[in-house]
């Protein structure tokens, strides 16, 4: 089975653009979850996607957003970027049945940067 | 406050040799699993080994196994036998349906694997 990708790998970007970052999820999970990777604040939950609805999320401004298609493809949006949305963002797919126990195994990331 | 501590932001060890990383979390809820999840400098995530809280057995997956004191609240990983490809960043996590089960982080312990 192929893994969980995401693209683009690298994005560059300047103060107030927006960004939309994409993750295909392993073939069968419903579930795809985002996470934020800084030095400064470490991994931090975004938000979960389960079946094309939002199913958590966690404690970012509502410049961050997401979406999730009917093929559990999902697309994370920034607006009005800021220096501090400078970030490795990573997405992880599971089955989603059962949140607590279902493995998440995550894509290689997208490395954003804001100039 | 659920939180997850990693006390040791570098670890060193020698090839073949045993290391520990420790991990201690803060919680009141009864359900919740703990995870190790490994960071290599490729970036992507993978999980290494994975507790349920209610399970008084270690969890052990090859070389690497947990030392799981519920009562001290601690969870700590022991890689035996390192090698080379050990080296990475090691992150410990926890997850509880009662905060809507997204993982919470520890900072990270950087792992160096010396020949």
């Known amino acids: 089975k192929a893994g969980v990708t995401q693209t683009p790998r690298y994005l560059i970007k300047t103060r107030g653009q927006q960004v939309t970052l994409s993750c295909s999820p392993i073939s069968g999970h419903r579930s795809v979850s985002w996470y934020q990777q800084t030095p400064g604040q470490g991994l931090q939950f975004l938000f979960e996607?389960?079946?094309?609805?939002?199913?958590n999320k966690g404690n970012f401004p509502g410049r961050f957003s997401g979406r999730q298609f009917s093929n559990s493809r999902s697309e994370m949006n920034v607006s009005t970027l800021e220096l501090g949305d400078s970030a490795l963002y990573l997405c992880?797919?599971?089955?989603?049945?059962?949140?607590?126990?279902?493995?998440?195994?995550f894509g290689p990331g997208t490395r954003l940067t804001v100039l | 406050a659920q939180t997850v501590t990693q006390s040791q932001p570098e670890m060193s060890v020698q090839e073949a040799e045993t290391v520990t990383l420790s991990c201690t979390y803060d919680?009141?809820?009864?359900?919740?699993?703990l995870f190790w999840y490994k960071q290599p400098p490729s970036r992507q995530m993978i999980l290494v080994i994975r507790q349920e809280a209610y399970k008084q057995q270690n969890a052990t997956e090859n070389r690497f196994s947990v030392n799981f004191q519920k009562a001290a609240k601690s969870f700590s990983l022991k890689i035996s036998d390192s090698q080379l490809g050990d080296a990475a960043m090691y992150f410990c996590a926890y997850r509880t349906p009662a905060y809507n089960n997204d993982m919470r982080f520890g900072a990270g312990t950087r792992l160096t694997v010396k020949p």
């Open positions: 996607y389960f079946s094309e609805t939002q199913r």
């Open positions: 919680t009141s809820e009864s359900d919740y699993y």
């Open positions: 992880a797919s599971s089955l989603g049945g059962r949140p607590l126990t279902d493995t998440q195994y």
